[in-house]
C-alpha cells in the first residue's frame, strides 16, 4: 500500500505568539479487558494546550475518522481562509500516512500544512507525547481515566458508552489551568486569545525553538506579541462588561446610559489609537470581537429555556424495596466486597464501615459520600453523626446506639486499610467524593452478588438499611418521633415507610388466623 510521508515543518518550534500556528496530534491506548484496548486519539492547539479534536474507540481509529473530526476542527477555528496556514504535526502512523490522509491536505492546503516526525523518532513530537502523558494523569473526583475504565469494567462487565467518557475526561482537562493558559481554563484562553488576535497583524516571527535548544532570537518579538494581546484582551473584556452593563439598564436611565456610552466611544478611541500608533496593532477593528458569539448565543439559550414549556417525565415505577434487618447484616457484612477482584482489600473496608453506619443510623447513601475519618472518629467519641442532609441541605444530628458504637470501633483494620494504606480522604473518594450514582451502583452490586450466593429472595438495595430503621423506630415509638430521629421534615415522609412497619413473618402470621 501506498504511503504518504510529510517534511518535518513544526521541527520543534514549539513556542507560539498565537492560536493556530501549529497543532499537535497522536494517538494513546489504555488497558481493556484480555488484552484489549481502548485508542484515543487527541490532536492539540500547541499555544494554550487546548484539546481541539478528540475520537476513541475499541479498534485502532481510521484515517477517515481523524480527517473527519480533523475537518470539524478547521472548520470550528477557521471562518475564513487564514492569512498563515496552521501546521499540523503527527508522527508516521498509517492514519496519517494514508492515502485518505493525503487528499485531506490537498483538500484543505490553504488551511494547513502537513508536518511529520522523523522515523522512529518521538522527540519529534514532544508536546503530543506530553498531552498524553498528563490526559492520562488527569483525575476526576481522584480517578483517572485508566481507573475509572477498570472500575466500570468490574461493576458492569463493560464501559457503557466510551465516547462519553473520553468526552468527560478531554472537557475536564480543557477546563484545567496550566502554564500555557495563564492559569485560566485552556478553552477559555484559547477563545480569549483568539478573539484578541483578531485585532492584531500577524506577528513578525509566529514560531520559535524552546529553551532547551539554546537562545532563539525570535522569542523576543513572540514575547512582545503576545504581551500586547493580553491588553487587547483586557481592552475588550472592560467594553463587554460595559456593554452588559448597558444592556441590562431599563429605557429611563437616560443619563446613565448616555455617560457609558461616552466612555465606550472613548475607550474605542484608545483602541483605534493602540493599533494605529503600534505597526503590530494594524489590523481593521472587528466588532464581533468585543462582544463574542458564544455570550450571546448562551444568553439566547438561557431565554429560549425559560420560554418553552418543560416536559413532563414519565415516573418509572419500580419494585418496592426490602427492608435489610438484623437477621440479613451479618451476612452482607462477611460478604462485603468479595464481588470485586480489583482493590478487594479496599472495597472490602469501605463497603464494611459504610453498611455498618447505614445501618445503625439509617443514612442517605448521599450522606455518606462525604464521610472522612475525621468525622468518624468524632462521632465515636461523641455517639453522634452531624451531618447535612442531602434532600434538605440542613444539619441533623444522628445519636448511635451502644451496639453501633461497639460495632465503629471494631473497624480500625478497615479505618487503617482505606485512610492510611490507600490514603483516601474520604471513605468513598481519595481526592473528592465519589459520584453519587456511582456510589449506588457499586454498594448495589455488592448487595446483589451477596443476595445471590445466600439465596436470599429479597429485594435489597443501598435504601434498605434506612428502610430498616425508620420501620424498626416505627414499631416502637410514633410517627413524629421517628420522624425527628431520621430527620424527615415532614411527617407524610415517614407515614411512607409504615408499609415496612409490620414484617412479612407478622403480615403472613395474620393473615394465617384469619384463614385458619
Known amino acids: 500500500m501506498e504511503r504518504f510521508y510529510y517534511e518535518n515543518k513544526l521541527s520543534n518550534q514549539n513556542i507560539t505568539a498565537k492560536p493556530n500556528i501549529a497543532w499537535a496530534a497522536d494517538i494513546t491506548e489504555f488497558e481493556l479487558v484480555e488484552n484489549k484496548k481502548l485508542y484515543v486519539f487527541l490532536c492539540l492547539d500547541i499555544h494554550t494546550n487546548s484539546i481541539i479534536a478528540h475520537t476513541a474507540g475499541k479498534k485502532m481509529p481510521a484515517s477517515s475518522a481523524i480527517v473527519k473530526y480533523l475537518e470539524q476542527a478547521i472548520d470550528k477555528r477557521f471562518l475564513i481562509v487564514p492569512r498563515t496556514p496552521v501546521i499540523i504535526h503527527t508522527d508516521r502512523g498509517t492514519q496519517f500516512s494514508s492515502k485518505k490522509y493525503s487528499e485531506f491536505t490537498k483538500k484543505y492546503k490553504k488551511f494547513f500544512i502537513p508536518s511529520m516526525s522523523r522515523a522512529a523518532t518521538p522527540t519529534d513530537n514532544p508536546v503530543a507525547e506530553r498531552l498524553m502523558r498528563t490526559f492520562k494523569e488527569h483525575s476526576i473526583n481522584g480517578k483517572t481515566l485508566q481507573e475509572f475504565i477498570f472500575d466500570e469494567l468490574e461493576l458492569y462487565g463493560e464501559v457503557k458508552s466510551y465516547r462519553r467518557v473520553i468526552n468527560k475526561y478531554v472537557s475536564s482537562l480543557n477546563q484545567t489551568p496550566n502554564k500555557k493558559s495563564l492559569l485560566k481554563a485552556p478553552d ?87 493599533i494605529i500608533k503600534s505597526p503590530e496593532r494594524t489590523r481593521q477593528y472587528v466588532e464581533e470581537a468585543i462582544e463574542p458569539v458564544t455570550n450571546s448565543l448562551d444568553h ?10 418543560n416536559k413532563k417525565r414519565v415516573k418509572d415505577v419500580r419494585e418496592l424495596r426490602d427492608p435489610l434487618d438484623y437477621n440479613l447484616y451479618p451476612q452482607f457484612m462477611a460478604n462485603a466486597g468479595n464481588v470485586f477482584q480489583r482493590q478487594h482489600e479496599l472495597k472490602r473496608a469501605q463497603l464494611r464501615v459504610a453498611y455498618t453506619i447505614l445501618y445503625y443510623a439509617g443514612f442517605r447513601l448521599n450522606e455518606i459520600r462525604n464521610l472522612t475519618q475525621k468525622d468518624i472518629q468524632k462521632a465515636i467519641a461523641s455517639s453522634q453523626f452531624s451531618i447535612i442532609q442531602h434532600k434538605t441541605n440542613k444539619a441533623h444530628i444522628h445519636v448511635l446506639p451502644r451496639k453501633a458504637l461497639e460495632d465503629l470501633k471494631k473497624l480500625n483494620l478497615e479505618y487503617e486499610v482505606i485512610f492510611e494504606k490507600y490514603k483516601y480522604k474520604f ?26 450466593i445466600g439465596n436470599i429472595p429479597y429485594n435489597i438495595k443501598s435504601h434498605s438499611f434506612r428502610i430498616n430503621v425508620i420501620s424498626s423506630l416505627l414499631r416502637v415509638t410514633s410517627v413524629q418521633n421517628t420522624a425527628d430521629i431520621i430527620g424527615h421534615e415532614d411527617i407524610r415522609s415517614t407515614m411512607y415507610y409504615r408499609r415496612y412497619a409490620l414484617s412479612k413473618n407478622e403480615i403472613r402470621s395474620l393473615l394465617d388466623q384469619i384463614n385458619e
Open 188 to 274: 477559555q484562553h484559547d477563545m480569549e486569545v483568539s478573539t484578541a488576535s483578531m485585532l492584531m497583524v500577524e506577528p513578525i516571527h509566529s514560531k520559535g525553538f524552546s529553551e532547551r535548544f539554546g537562545k532563539d532570537i525570535r522569542n523576543q518579538e513572540i514575547e512582545k506579541f503576545k504581551d500586547q494581546n493580553l491588553e487587547v484582551i483586557g481592552i475588550l473584556q472592560e467594553l463587554a462588561a460595559k456593554k452588559s452593563e448597558l444592556v441590562d439598564t431599563t429605557p429611563f436611565d437616560d443619563y446613565e446610559n448616555n455617560l457609558a456610552l461616552k466612555l465606550i466611544d472613548q475607550r474605542l478611541i484608545e483602541l483605534y489609537s493602540l
Open 427 to 452: 471513605l468513598f473518594g481519595k481526592v473528592e467524593p465519589i459520584a453519587d450514582k456511582s456510589l449506588v451502583r457499586f454498594i448495589n452490586k455488592d448487595l446483589a452478588y451477596t443476595c445471590k
Open 300 to 309: 439566547l439559550h438561557e431565554k429560549v429555556d425559560i420560554l418553552l414549556p
